[in-house]
């Protein structure tokens, strides 16, 4: 799934392709990639629009329209975006297209149909519940401090909870624990206040750095120009399974938490003292 430096590069990318452009009608080519609101109000509702201003929050972006309603796109695991001729042949995951007045499309391709679409006055009703961006100020050890005093479940599955911080997934968690040097199953509430301090250093300085190299492409991620990321060579335990640890020479190991697979050094991210 598309994390923080994925969705970032998107948007960036996708902007200047689509910003101050009208809508001229929207073709929902499967209908249930439209969350709310009903497909024939969401085609209405568009219908001579220009998207305005972009943003993005977690894993979601967010397009506000010259009508101050506020269009999101979450693309899950395989979405993608394109900005082609509305000549150009379809292609066979194509899901949602918003045609441009000049003949242009904008296109959401999506492999396994999770992605969704949705058009809202508030964005909150969206994105109210996510937590603190991890790159903003906001998100500092002592708001994590705060989090972690009573939580009793692993720090990995703590890093993918949007609500506590948003746009994290599997790849940055595990490369953020290595970094800190935290085992992915230590409780919460058993971090000290300088592992805590570390690990949201850590934190920055991954999403940093893959945001710099335009992100992670294991498989599915594209820009819209069709280029992927190069993060994926920076990866020093994701995927790295019976490699040996870049730092130690140890073997990565793989184990399952909160259902995703999880990598880390045994040597260098012990789970106990």
């Known amino acids: 799934m598309p994390e923080l430096p994925e969705v970032q590069t998107i948007l960036d990318a996708l902007t200047p392709l689509i910003l101050n452009r009208e809508i001229q009608s929207v073709t929902p080519l499967w209908p249930p990639v439209i969350d709310r609101p009903e497909r024939v109000l969401f085609q209405q509702w568009l219908q001579g629009r220009r998207v305005i201003e972009t943003k993005r929050r977690g894993k979601y972006m967010l397009f506000r329209l010259d009508d101050d309603r506020w269009l999101i796109l979450h693309l899950r695991m395989t979405g993608k975006m394109r900005v082609v001729n509305a000549s150009e042949p379809l292609r066979p995951h194509d899901r949602l297209i918003f045609h441009f007045s000049d003949g242009d499309d904008w296109r959401f391709e999506d492999q396994r149909k999770f992605g969704r679409a949705y058009l809202v006055e508030d964005p909150a009703e969206i994105v109210g519940k996510l937590g603190p961006e991890p790159l903003s100020d906001t998100f500092d050890a002592n708001y994590l401090a705060r989090i972690l005093a009573r939580r009793t479940a692993a720090i990995k599955s703590l890093l993918l909870d949007q609500r506590i911080v948003a746009g994290i997934g599997n790849i940055y968690a595990d490369e953020s624990l290595f970094l800190a040097r935290i085992h992915p199953l ?75 697979s999880t990598h880390f050094c045994p040597r260098e991210q012990p789970l106990h003292g």
Do not use: H, W
């Not at 019976?242 to 399952?256: F, K, L, N, T």
């Open 186 to 260: 230590r409780p919460g509430s058993s971090l000290t206040q300088d592992e805590i301090a570390a690990l949201v250093a850590a934190i920055k300085t991954i999403l940093a750095q893959a945001l710099t190299e335009m992100g992670t492409t294991l498989r599915d991620y594209r820009r819209p120009d069709g280029s992927t990321g190069s993060f994926q060579n920076s990866l020093q335990v994701f995927r790295r399974t019976g490699e040996p640890c870049p730092s130690c020479g140890a073997p990565i190991q793989r184990i399952v938490v909160a259902g995703r």
